[in-house]
């Protein structure tokens, strides 16, 4: 089958769970609200394509007459995930409150692979400021996909929020003997040490989304 556009697969993603929370299939109008789309004739138009590749049989002279065929698969499959803000990858950068990791509070959403998540679970997004993981390969602009978790192993790449300076920064972490190393990934740029106390690990780096210039 042909790769799917990015409103066909909301439109097919949406279909299925129509279906498994109402037992029913969508009409247009629901798809159009469902997938925030501008018209019902978009909606028609996206369901046409879609029935000739095979993902759903349409029956014109009923108004809720889709049946879905296929699913996405796993590389065409969307998840939505909150972008919660964004983060220093450069000197830490100042965030307003604490509430700013609240994921729930967030009204922002992206749609990823969900081969991106990698079948984690907890996963919001972040925006990249500064350049300091540029040999990482995450620059400015770019997007992290996180997970949030309040523990790493050593040497990973992390969202760390400095409880006295109350900000936050992106950074390698390392445990060193009475000190944490925050090292970023620019051989411009010297690292930060902080005390254990100072710190709490907000989530780690799992994917990144490179923002083409």
């Not at 991106?116 to 540029?134: E, F, P, V």
Request: charged residues 25%; proline residues 6%.
């Amino acid at each position: 089958m042909k790769k799917l556009s990015d409103k066909q697969r909301r439109i097919v993603k949406y279909i299925d769970r129509f279906l498994s929370e109402k037992g029913y299939p969508p009409s247009i109008r629901d798809i159009q609200k469902g997938c925030d789309i501008s018209s019902t004739s978009v909606v028609d138009y996206n369901l046409n394509i879609l029935e000739s590749r095979g993902y759903i049989n349409r029956h014109a002279d009923v108004s809720r007459g889709i049946k879905l065929l296929t699913k996405t698969s796993s590389s065409e499959r969307v998840v939505d995930v909150p972008v919660i803000g964004m983060i220093a990858a450069g000197k830490p950068i100042p965030v307003p409150t604490p509430d700013t990791w609240d994921i729930a509070a967030v009204s922002e959403t992206m749609g990823v692979p969900i081969d991106l998540c990698q079948g984690r679970d907890n996963i919001y997004a972040l925006r990249i400021k500064g350049t300091s993981m540029i040999d990482a390969l995450i620059n400015d602009g770019d997007i992290v996909l996180m997970q949030s978790i309040n523990s790493i192993e050593n040497g990973q790449m992390a969202a760390v929020w400095l409880k006295s300076e109350k900000e936050v920064t992106l950074k390698k972490v390392f445990v060193e003997p009475d000190k944490i190393r925050l090292q970023p990934a620019n051989s411009q740029m010297q690292p930060f040490y902080t005390q254990p106390d100072n710190i709490e690990i907000q989530g780690r780096v799992i994917a990144v989304i490179r923002q083409m210039k």
